[in-house]
């Protein structure tokens, strides 16, 4: 059974990317309350492990990422 969510760095190798990765696109590709949380009282992120195999997946792109990249080619 695969958990709801995992750290960063068990998220990256889960789907095959660096944590880095990860890290440098909050606010970018992925977003806090949908992609990512951080649980009260801790500085650890938990990623959403059905939010991130599904933008993996190319199924379902964030609306905050759709007006970034909507900004970006005008």
């Not at 750290?7 to 440098?24: E, I, N, Q, W």
Request: glycine share 8%; aromatic share 14%; proline share 5%.
């Amino acid at each position: 059974m695969t958990p709801k969510f995992l750290s960063t760095k068990k998220m990256a190798v889960y789907l095959g990317y660096h944590p880095d990765f990860l890290r440098k696109n909050m606010g970018l590709l992925f977003f806090e309350g949908e992609h990512y949380f951080k649980p009260p009282g801790t500085r650890t992120l938990r990623w959403n492990v059905d939010k991130m195999t599904a933008w993996v997946m190319g199924q379902r792109i964030s609306h905050e990422a759709k007006c970034v990249i909507d900004k970006i080619l005008g």
